[in-house]
């Protein structure tokens, strides 16, 4: 399966993908990793306000759901909740973060990753946009 | 200069490390080149590393072995002896008990600080020139100390010398560089020795020096891989907070780690970009990462530790995560990069934590049943006789009986030690990248 989620190409409002990683298929799952730094900020730094974001391809929506309920359970703890801003399923912890969602055959896990608190739930809606895009032009 | 060392080659057999080097490359990009040392291109230690692991009993009668090719002028007869030593001056033995007793005491001292030389000085021999140059020629290293000095990394020095006709010894030009990591033993998964001479730049699971250079420092000096193990555990729960901390904004997610169809993935070269101050994959580990980053640290070092988890029996990762009936709760503990005792991650609701676990997971020494001893670089336990209250006393678990480390862990009763049970399978770690 070629992968068609392109990170630099995921318009994400106000966000650019500082590093990306390269894409490691495995059991038919393309994988996706990025971290994010505002707009503005150039260098990374431990201080800034940074998102990671994780989006798993697959082969379809059933197969995505099973992918998300995995990363959803890969929180030790206890602290989800399902929720319905965003995407066509999707496990938010308290105050949306993390956000785990599916949209079409796409999983996804969107995190703060340094210590600054980062708007979360708003980069996964952004994201949401642009996989509903994707999806639907599949 | 008559003679000049044109290459010294330690691993000169990939398919054993009986009397050489192991397999080794500098991370999953960049591999060794042979031989290690070449004149003009390896000037300092670093760039001419080579590791050696402990040898089974059975394999120590013989010794360890080098190979070097030499190049000489017309003036240097065709055959002469060549041989290597430490350039650094012998330090005489004083004399009369004090000076003894206190050349020893200075001696274990600066043994810590001061580089070994674990491979000892270059047996002398026979050296032949068809020509100029000459093949490579394999040298014994009748004195190395590679066998009993456990965890090592040094930078040593060889002054290399010839003699011809039974002459005086008389030195080359400069002396060669190399670092040589020492292991209590050999590496065990998700480092492999595997060699195919089909595969160029070879096999991606030999040891990496960048792994090394960490473990080799964290676990200094330790006499076997099981001291090495826990001086990785604690090595690891100190990167708190610079490096590492538990996530609690995300809620304790996996970020270096996943799993996958043969094991557990480990994201490397991310963890190595964290630890030279990159960006890594961010702040935030979980205690898979914490397992996966202990085994991978000290099974370099041959230590032989497998990931496992605790959790309910009932509860498995197709559960709805709504479902928290069966989470276990938790004693009081200091999760990694925190300071403070608490029921994990407190928050303006929640300002004893949120008291309970889906899972843990550790290194574990093997699988099996519940009596084995269990590390934990993700958090400490409280170590003294009441682990349910305060005040608590700081244990890093190296070793633990399982049983010990539950009780420490998890809150007595049946919705806290009841639930914390360990699983049958324990999963090998591997490299994602």
Not at chain 2, 113 to 132: E, H, I, K, Q
Request: hydrophobic share 40%.
């Amino acid at each position: 399966m070629k992968p068609s989620f392109d990170e630099t190409k995921a318009g994400v409002p106000g966000w650019w993908p500082h590093t990306i990683r390269p894409v490691r298929a495995a059991g038919g799952v393309a994988w996706h990793r990025s971290l994010w730094l505002p707009e503005g900020t150039q260098a990374y730094s431990r201080d800034a306000a940074v998102v990671s974001i994780e989006v798993a391809e697959t082969a379809s929506a059933d197969e995505a759901g099973r992918v998300a309920l995995q990363l959803a359970n890969e929180c030790e703890i206890p602290a989800l909740e399902h929720s319905e801003m965003v995407g066509d399923r999707a496990y938010t912890g308290p105050g949306g973060v993390p956000a785990i969602f599916t949209r079409g055959r796409f999983a996804v896990c969107v995190m703060q990753a340094e210590r600054a608190g980062v708007p979360v739930l708003d980069v996964a809606r952004a994201l949401d946009t642009h996989l509903a895009g994707l999806a639907a032009g599949a | 200069m008559p003679l000049q060392v044109l290459s010294v080659r330690f691993n000169h057999d990939p398919t054993s490390a009986t009397t050489d080097a192991l397999n080794i490359r500098k991370n999953l990009t960049q591999p060794i080149v042979l031989p290690e040392w070449r004149r003009g291109e390896t000037l300092r230690a670093e760039d001419s590393r080579a590791a050696y692991a402990r040898r089974a009993p059975a394999d120590r009668g013989r010794p360890f072995t080098i190979k070097a090719r030499f190049r000489r002028t017309a003036e240097i007869p065709p055959a002469v002896q060549i041989r290597a030593r430490d350039p650094r001056p012998v330090e005489p033995v004083p004399t009369g008990c004090a000076g003894v007793v206190l050349w020893l005491v200075l001696g274990a001292l600066t043994s810590f600080f001061r580089s070994v030389n674990a491979l000892g000085d270059v047996a002398p021999r026979d050296v032949v020139f068809a020509g100029d140059e000459s093949d490579e020629v394999l040298f014994e290293l009748p004195f190395a100390s590679v066998d009993r000095v456990g965890v090592r990394v040094d930078d040593i020095s060889w002054q290399w010398e010839y003699r011809a006709q039974g002459g005086a010894w008389l030195p080359f030009d400069n002396p060669t560089h190399h670092r040589i990591y020492c292991l209590p033993d050999t590496p065990n998964l998700p480092w492999g020795q595997g060699y195919d001479p089909a595969t160029p730049g070879g096999n991606p699971l030999w040891p990496w020096t960048d792994v090394l250079d960490h473990a080799c420092w964290w676990a200094n000096l330790s006499a076997d891989a099981d001291t090495a193990a826990a001086r990785v555990t604690g090595a690891v729960y100190s990167l708190g907070p610079r490096y590492i901390t538990y996530d609690c904004p995300n809620h304790g997610r996996s970020h270096y780690t996943r799993y996958g169809l043969g094991g557990l993935g480990f994201a490397c070269t991310e963890f190595l970009d964290r630890l030279a101050d990159g960006p890594g994959f961010g702040r935030f580990v979980n205690c898979t990462d914490c397992s996966a980053i202990v085994i991978t640290f000290a099974n370099v070092l041959g230590a032989n530790l497998r990931t496992r988890r605790m959790h309910d029996p009932q509860w498995n990762t197709s559960v709805d995560p709504l479902d928290r009936s069966l989470a276990f709760a938790l004693n009081e503990i200091a999760a990694i990069g925190t300071d403070a005792w608490t029921r994990v991650c407190p928050d303006a609701l929640r300002p004893g934590g949120w008291g309970n676990f889906n899972y843990h997971e550790t290194p574990w020494v093997d699988a099996g049943t519940a009596a084995e001893a269990v590390y934990d670089a993700c958090l400490k336990v409280d170590g003294d006789a009441d682990p349910t209250t305060r005040p608590h006393v700081p244990l890093l678990v190296t070793r633990l009986p399982f049983a010990e480390y539950r009780d420490r862990l998890a809150a007595p009763g049946p919705t806290g030690r009841g639930r914390c049970i360990p699983q049958a399978d324990a999963s090998d770690v591997e490299l994602m990248s």
